[in-house]
Every structure is written in C-alpha cells, then in structure tokens.
C-alpha cells in the first residue's frame, strides 16, 4: 500500500513570505506527527494529533508556526513569515490506529525548505 | 522526561567486518526502543524495535540490537557491514506509559562503511 507522501518536495521562499506543507498519511492512520530536521541537529518534535482529540503543539518553535488536520487525514503546517531559520527538512510520520505505544512510526520523505 | 543518547557523531568501519551503533536512553518507566536509518534525501525509514521479552531483537537488512536495562543502552549491530548500509541512524525511544505519542529521538549517528 501506499506510504505517507509529502508535498512538495523541496520548497524554495522568500524571507517574510508563507509557505504550506502537506502531509498524506497512510490510509487508517489515526496519529500523525510532525518534526523538523536541521542539518546536524537531529529531529525535533513540532506538532503530534492523535484522532480527534485536540492536537500536541508543544513543540512548535513560535506562533509563526501552526497546523492543521482535516477530516482526521491530511495536514498541513504552515510557517508565517518565514525567516532563514526556518529552513530545514520537515518530516511528517503517521502510526496505526490502535494507539499502542510500541507501534512505530512511518515517515513521509520529507520537504526541504529553503528561506533566502 | 525521555531523552536519547548516540555518543558518536561518525562511526567508520571497513566493508565486511562488525558495526556497533551506540545508543543510550533515559525514560521514567519501561522504554519501547526503537531505530530507524535514513539514506540521502530520504524519509527516516523503521528497522527495529525492542518492545519487551528476548533482549536480542533482529530487523532488516541483517541489522540487530540488543536492549540492557542495567547499562540503560540499545547498541546497533550487524556482524558484517556493507557499503550499501552508509547512512543515517537514529535511535529513539518512548516510555510505555505515554501512549501513541511522538518518540524522542537521539541526534542521529553517520555511518560510513569503506570499502
């Protein structure tokens, strides 16, 4: 079956403009995850829903950051006025729906984004 | 808190002879352990998981990892490294407590096998 995809998958910006980032996780699953990857910094947690319930933001680096899941599937996080900081891999993952802590979690391949 | 150890930012072994990926961990309760390796340009991709039982557990491409409770550790092994497993790996870790939530991961460590 089909992976967790991300879209796009490499993002080039200006400073002080907004970018979105999709997220497709796989069919069924009811968790989803997203994390940054800057170079040498390993992953950092951003934002984590779980069903219904209302989302995990504590990892979100400041408000420019927020995102969103519709209809329990897709997400999108979206960056305000980016800065150069904000360039960086971002990671979206999903896992299975039992929501049993030992599940793994399936990670999309990731957009690049880049801020000039 | 939960938090994950990979001491060694490069590891470099000749094709052929045996790799250790270090990894130590820290959580409250009983950890689920788990590592993951990412090749160039490419999402992180599951290889492992120690959940509980045997602490000798066996995954993809050849690779195991051995879970100790007294050294807090989960060590990444492979008895004969190929150059086709250069890469990056991470360990990462979650309490059994929390549920479904997001794992926490070390800093990742880059493997590169010479041939």
Same mark, same amino acid.
């Given at each position: 079956g089909a992976g967790v995809s991300q879209s796009p998958s490499n993002k080039v910006t200006e400073k002080g403009k907004d970018v979105e980032l999709r997220c497709d996780p796989i069919s069924g699953h009811t968790a989803l995850y997203w994390y940054r990857?800057?170079?040498?910094?390993? !992953?950092?947690?951003?934002?984590?829903? +779980?069903?219904? =319930? $209302?989302?995990?933001k504590s990892g979100?680096? @400041?408000?420019?950051?927020?995102?969103?899941?519709?209809?329990?599937?897709?997400?999108? !996080?979206?960056?305000?006025?980016?800065? +150069?900081?904000? =360039? $960086?891999?971002?990671?979206?993952?999903?896992? @299975?729906?039992s929501g049993r802590s030992y599940n793994e979690q399936f990670f999309g391949p990731g957009t690049r984004l880049t801020v000039l | 808190a939960q938090s994950v150890a990979q001491?060694?930012?490069?590891?470099?072994?000749?094709?052929?002879?045996?790799l250790t990926v270090k990894?130590?961990?820290?959580?409250?309760?009983n950890p689920y352990l788990f590592w993951y390796v990412q090749y160039p340009n490419r999402g992180l991709q599951f290889l492992l998981k120690y959940i509980t039982g045997d602490n000798l557990v066996k995954?993809?491409?050849?690779?195991?990892?051995?879970?100790?409770?007294?050294?807090?550790?989960?060590?990444?092994?492979?008895?004969?490294?190929?150059?086709?497993d250069s890469a990056l790996y991470f360990c990462a870790v979650r309490d059994i407590r929390v549920g479904n939530t997001p794992l926490v991961f070390g800093k990742g460590t880059r493997l590169s096998v010479i041939a």
């Open positions: 990857q800057s170079l040498g910094q390993g !992953l950092e947690f951003l934002i984590y829903f +779980q069903g219904n =319930s $209302a989302p995990d979100l680096p @400041s408000d420019r950051f927020s995102a969103e899941r519709t209809g329990g599937s897709v997400s999108t !996080l979206t960056i305000q006025r980016t800065q +150069q900081e904000d =360039s $960086a891999v971002y990671l979206c993952a999903s896992s @299975s729906p | 001491p060694e930012d490069q590891v470099n072994v000749a094709e052929g002879n045996p990894c130590t961990y820290s959580v409250s309760g995954g993809s491409y050849g690779f195991e990892a051995e879970f100790n409770k007294s050294q807090t550790s989960f060590h990444l092994k492979k008895p004969s490294a190929l150059v086709s």
